[in-house]
């Protein structure tokens, strides 16, 4: 049987996939850093395109402001992944993965969390 998501979305289903390989590989512990070189690997081996740690303008009115936002990765040209290490997400990092689509005008995202019991990923679309 074919999960849902990947009927609906392959992008994500792809990039959720190469996630858990890196933590059934891994396990939790690691610093997010190291979690970002294994998944860099892992989309390799799995041909999923990819944008490492991608400057992006924050936008207000049209304009685009001096400050940026740096994503973790950028996948499929259109898919913002941020990953994060920490034993629990608080409520700020959904924030600012809602604030991040609305500034930036990507329309979807996911959050990674490898720092947990299990791995814990969250879909958001714009």
């Known amino acids: 049987m074919i999960p849902s998501a990947h009927v609906r979305d392959p992008q994500t289903y792809a990039v959720i996939g190469a996630s858990m390989e890196v933590f059934n590989e891994l396990g939790s ?4 850093r190291v979690y970002m070189e294994a998944l860099t690997i892992e989309f390799l081996t799995r041909s999923v395109p990819y944008l490492r740690e991608v400057e992006l303008s924050v936008v207000y009115k049209g304009k685009p402001l001096p400050c940026s936002y740096r994503a973790d990765f950028i ?5 913002l992944v941020e990953i994060k290490a920490l034993t629990k ?3 700020i990092e ?3 993965i809602i604030n ?3 500034a930036t005008g990507f329309r979807k995202a ?3 969390n490898f720092g947990g019991e299990s791995l814990e ?3 958001f679309v714009l």
């Open 89 to 91: 997400l608080p409520g």
């Open 110 to 112: 996911l959050l990674i």
């Open 75 to 79: 996948c499929f040209g259109e898919l």
């Open 94 to 96: 959904r924030s600012q």
């Open 29 to 32: 512990g690691f610093l997010e």
């Open 121 to 123: 990923f969250e879909r």
């Open 100 to 102: 991040y689509l609305k």
